[in-house]
C-alpha cells in the first residue's frame, strides 16, 4: 500500500503550544494500528512574525523544488495564511491534493472561494462567550479592555473581536489598546482596577517590532494585572487567565485526523466544514487571587488546577527557570516541621511515632532524591531517574517503580522509565484506556488512585491488574504546565498494602520533579537543536554570500593572480636567455632569477589561499582569534579592488586588543562586506581624497567595535531604514542580504551592528563583539 | 651620447623588477619607476631609449602620462603593457604615438620585439634630430648674401630669378651656391632643401 502523503503547512510558529497539540493529536489519531499508512511532513509559513509576502516567491520555489518528485495527497493548512498559500499555489505545488484547513475563522470563510475539494475545522472565536463569563464572575464589572499586538494575525483576530463585541457595547465600556511597546502595556495594565476586566487577544508582536509568543506576553501582563484576565484560547488557561470559552486543541487534532481519513478514502467527495463548539475552563487558582466563586461558573465549566499542592501553589519555582536550591528549602522547612512534631509527639502518644519516623524518613529520602534530580546540568537524567524511583520504591516497600508518559488525549500511557526489585518480572510496557477505564479516568481529571486492595476495583481494571501481577497500587498523575503529562506508578507485587495517606502528597512532589527534569531535558535538546540547525542555516547562506562576493571581485582577482605570473614568466625568459648566450658561468645571478620566480609564485599562492578560505564549504567552527589581525588581512583582500580606483584604506587597530571568540570565516565576511560597501560608496563619490577608515577598539564593558567610516555619498533617508532587511538593495545586481547576514552573524556572536550617518558626510557601519573571556562569563 | 636605456613604469613591483631583469638579460640597461609622477620626476628628455609603461595605475595612468609627454614634446616612444583586452585605450594610445600595446599575457618574443621596435625608432628620431642640429649651426656661418641666396634657393628660385630678385649677375648667384653647399657640407640642393625643412619650425 503507498502511504499517504501529508504535508502539514502551519502559518506561525510549529513549536508554539497549540500548533505541538494540534498536531501530535492528529498524528496520534492518524497512525494508530490498523489505519492506512501516512507519511507526514511538516513546513511552516512563520506568517504571525514575519510580515507576509516577504518570501513567498522564496519559499514556493523551494516546496516546489523540495516536493517534485513527490505525489502529496493532503495538505493540512493550519491558520488563515496557511489556507491562503495552500490554494493560491495550489496548481503548482499540489495539483492533486485535498486541502484541509485548521483554525481558520469563520468569518473569513464567510469571504471567501474555496475549490471543491477543500474543506477544513473552522474557528469560531467565542469572544462574547468568554466576555459573558466575564460578566457572571464578576456582575460589577464595568469597563472591558481588550489587547493586542501590532502583527498581522494580531489585528486580524482583533477584527473578529471588535465584531463579535459590538452587542456587548450597551452594558460595557469597551477600549481596545494596540500598537504599543510591552512595556508600555505593562505599565498601562498596572493602572487598572479590580472593576475592569481585560480581554487578552494575541501580542505576536508589539509596537517596537519585538516578537513574542503570545503566551509570554500574557505571563507578563498577568503578573502585574490588578483585574482579572479572560482569553479565548486553551493553551492559555494556566498562564494568568482566571477563565475563558475556549476550544480544546486536542479535539480538535483529532477531528483533522478524521478528514483527512475521510477526505482520502474518497478524493473527490466534497466534505462540508466542520465546526466544533467551544467550552468553558477556568483557572482555580485565578479566581481564587481575584476572589470569585466557582459557583459563578455555567454547571458544565471544567476547573483546573483545583487540587493544592507546591506545585501547582508555585509552578515558577519548578516550571521557569527551577531553582533547585529554592525547592530544597521548602523541603527543609518541611523537615524542620516534622522535627518539631516528633519532638512534640515524644510526649504523646507512642502509636504515632512509627508514622511520624517514617514521615520524617521520607522527608529526608526527598531532600535527597530531589537535589539529585536538580543538579544541573543533569549528565545521565535516565539513570538518575532510575535510581530515585527505586529509592522511592523502597521506602514503600513496593516491588515496582514505573514511569510513564501520557498521549495528550489520555487514551494509552507508556513506560519510559522503570525500577523492579530483584527476582520481579517488569510488565508489558504500555497500557491502553480501555484496559483500566477506571484509573485512566480518575488519572487524566489528576486524581491520586492508591488502591490496597483490588477488590476495590470494578471491572476490567481488577482484571487487568491481577493479570499484570498487581496486588495493590498507587499511580500518580504528573501535571505539568496545568496538563497531565504522565504518571508516576507504585505496585506492590506479593501482598495487599494500605499506601500511608500522608505521603501520597510527596510521592506525587517527587513525581513532578521526575517529569519536570525530563520536560527541561526535551526543552533543551529542542533548542540545541533549533540553535544548530539556525547555525547551519546561517551557513549555508553565509557562504552563498561570500561566494557571491568573490564572483563580484573577479575581475580584480584576475588581475592580482596575473600579477605575478607574468612576472614570473618574465624571470624565466630572463633566465632562459642568459642560459643561451653564454653567461650560463653567472650563477648567482641566476639564483637570484629563481629567487624571484619562488617569491612570485609564493604571492599567487598566497591569494589563492585568501579566497579559499573564502569560498571553501565549512562547518561553522568557533576559537578564539585576534580581530585586529583579521580585520588587517581582510583589508588586505579588499585592497585588490581598492587599489585600482584610487581608494586608501586605513586601518588602525588599537595595541593590546582582547581576544574574540567565534567563527574567523564569518567575522572576516562581515568586514569584508562592509569594508567593500564602503569602497563602493567612495567610488561613487566625486571626493578627490578618498580615503576610508578602519578602526578596531576595545571598549570599557568588555567589547570590540569595529568601525568603517567612509567619505562616500551616504544613505537616502528611504532606504536607511530597509538596508538590513533582506532582499533589499541600492545596488543594481546586489542580492540585497549581505548586511542582513551580516547582522545575523554579529548578533549570533553576541553583538550589535549599526549604522550612522557621519556629521562631516559619509556614512559609519560599526560593530561589536563580547572579548572571549566576556562571552565566557556570559 | 649616453647609451639607450629602458625606462619601466609599473605600479606593481614584481612586474617592473621582471621586465628589468628580462631587459638586462638581453644587455640593455634598465630603470624602474614605480609611478607615472616619480618617472616625470627624475627623467631626463635628453637620455636616449624607450619607456615600457603599465595602462592601469593609481593617481596617473599609462594613457594619462603618454599624454603629459606629448605635450611636453618629448619623443621618447612608448610601449604599453595591459592585463585587459581594453580595445579603446589600445586604440587611442597607439594613435597617439605608441610603438605598441601588449596584452598579458604576451609570448616570449613580442614585448622583447617592442622594446627592440622602439629603440629602433628613438635612435632614428635622435639621428635626425642631430643631423638637423648639426645643419642649424652651419647655417650661421654663412654670410649675409649666402643666407639671401639660400633662402630663395629653399623656396625652389631658380639661379636666373635669384639673379633677378637681388639684382646680381647669375654667375655671382652661382658662385654664392657652391659656396653654400661646400660651407653646409651637403652635396646636393635637394638634400640642402630636405635638411632645411627639418631645421626650419
Redesign the interface.
Known sequence: VRPWVIVTLNDSDPMMTPNLALDSAMRKALTEPGRHPVNMFSESLDAIRFPQGQTEDETVALLAKKYATTHIDAVVAVGPAGLDFAEKHRSRLWPEARILFQLVPVEKLGSERLSSTTTGISVQYDLAGTDDLAMALRPGTRRLVVIYGSGDFDRAVAAIARKQLERLSQRLNIEYWTDASIDEFLRRIGQLDANDAVLYLTIGRDADGRTSVPRDALEQLAAVSPAPIYAPFETYIGHGIVAGSVYSYEARGKRMAELVQEALSAPTTSIPLVAITSSCIADARQLKRFGMAESSLPPDCEVRFREPSLWRDHPEYVVGGISAVVLQSILIGGLLVQRRRVQTARAAESNHRTELERSLAFERLLVQISSALMREPLSDPTSAITQALREIGEALHAQRAILWSLDPVGQRAELTHSWVADGVPLPPGVRDRQQLPTIFQRMTRGDVVAVSNLAELPEPDRDSLRLLGASAILAVPLVVDGFVVGVLSLVSVAEQRKWPPELIPRVRLVGEIIATVLMRQRYATKVEEAQSETAQYRERLAHLVRVHTVDEMSAAIAHEVNQPLMAIENYALAANRRISSGHAADAPKLKELLGKIAGQAARAGDVLKRLRSIVKKRESDANDFDLGTVVQETVNLVEIESRLKDIRVEVVVEPGLSLIHGDVVQIQQVVLNLVRNGVEAMDESESIDKLLKVEVQESGDHRLIVRVIDRGKGITAADRAHIFEPFYSTKEGGLGIGLAICRSIVEAHGGKLSYAVNPDGGSTFEFNLPTAEEKIEQ | MSEPTVFIVDD?E??R???A??V???GLPAITFASALDFLDNYDCDRAGCLVLDV?M??MSGPALQEKLVAMGATLPIVFIS??GDVPIAIKTIKAGAVDFVQ??YH?QQ?LDSINEALRRDAAIRVTKTRSDVFGQRLTMLSEREREVFDLVVKGLSSKAIAKALAISHRTVEVHRSHILEKLEVRSVPEMIHLAGQVHE
Do not use: M, W
Open positions: 606593481d614584481g612586474v623588477d621582471s621586465i631583469e628580462l638586462s638579460s638581453i592601469r593609481a593617481h592585463g585587459h598579458k599575457p616570449d614585448l
